[in-house]
């Protein structure tokens, strides 16, 4: 009812201090020590009976306007439904009683950040304390009996809810689904009782970021001309098609192309290269053969290279 209550305030941007009243008021009453005692003792009496539909919904209708806030019954009849449909979802995903107890704790820390003030923690610490004293005095087997009675006082109701649907747990007919693939599914389900409307907002956030960096990085792969996929091994680009591709993406040469002609003209041009090199920084050692067939010797320290060395590169690709 908090979570619900909290979303629509802050959806119809009602003042600050507005909201932390109406929040802080609820809150109060809801976990009134004496109220929660009351309930505690009434289940455990002779003739305790489970409360009716009616009952809980008029406690509850009556509890959520304590405040300033007012409900007609349009809107109270959208925040039951809300209540009831996110709660049996809830101990649709559970699978032991001892899961009941911890909703209902995360159900109190998440009340706790809700406004936080040391009243309201007062009264959830005091709540914490008194529901755990009356579980751990039921026993294993009236534990067992309080979850299986939450899940069939549940039955009853089945309103489609748009925020579940959305998240896709809940189909078109009302029956929420049971093997979920979404990746997200063990986030919600090992963290029952959680506010699920500040997951589900934190949750369409890191899609959306996610969303917007693979659209960037198509983006640049589409300007590269790069073909994206997943399903192959990435294969090898060479380095004429990589400049290939950046001089039609682009319009920018990166490496200029030398010319080795054989033509009578070979020397100018070769001449022409390395002083083109020489004046951009770049210095090149050529090895040329002299009449005798023997090797030049280096410029550097005058040795002469191995021959079977050279015939070893000249076979390179």
């Excluded at 008029?58 to 039951?80: G, H, V, Y």
């Excluded at 004046?279 to 410029?299: A, H, I, M, P, R």
């Amino acid at each position: 009812m908090l979570y619900v209550i909290d979303q629509r305030l802050k959806a119809q941007r009602i003042a600050a201090d507005k909201s932390v009243q109406v929040i802080h008021d609820v809150t109060s009453v809801l976990l009134e020590p004496k109220f929660i005692d009351s309930l505690l003792s009434g289940s455990t009496h002779r003739n305790a009976q489970v409360l009716t539909t009616e009952h809980c919904k008029f406690m509850l209708n009556d509890i959520a306007t304590c405040s300033l806030m007012r409900l007609d019954d349009s809107s109270m009849d959208k925040l039951w439904s809300l209540m009831t449909m996110i709660y049996k979802w809830q101990l649709f995903v559970s699978r032991h009683q001892l899961h009941l107890l911890e909703i209902t704790f995360r159900h109190l820390d998440s009340i706790n950040k809700l406004y936080p003030d040391t009243k309201r923690h007062m009264l959830i610490d005091f709540t914490k304390n008194t529901l755990l004293d009356f579980w751990n005095a039921c026993g294993e087997e009236m534990q067992l009996t309080i979850y299986n009675t939450n899940k069939a006082w549940l039955q009853c109701f089945n309103t489609k809810i748009s925020l579940l649907i959305r998240l896709g747990f809940q189909a078109m007919d009302g029956s929420f689904i049971a093997n979920v693939d979404q990746d997200y599914f063990n986030g919600y389900a090992m963290s029952i009782g959680d506010n699920i409307y500040i997951k589900s907002a934190n949750q369409m956030n890191q899609q959306q970021t996610s969303e917007t960096e693979s659209n960037s990085m198509n983006q640049l792969a589409a300007q590269l001309n790069i073909n994206q996929s997943f399903s192959e091994d990435l294969q090898p680009i060479f380095a004429g098609q990589f400049q290939q591709q950046l001089e039609q993406t682009f319009n920018n040469i990166l490496f200029d192309d030398f010319d080795f002609d054989v033509g009578p003209d070979s020397s100018k041009k070769q001449d022409n290269a390395s002083s083109s090199n020489t004046s951009k920084g770049c210095e090149f050692v050529q090895v040329q053969n002299n009449e005798s067939g023997d090797l030049v010797k280096g410029n550097s320290n005058g040795s002469i290279l191995n021959q079977n060395l050279l015939d070893l590169y000249s076979q390179m690709p």
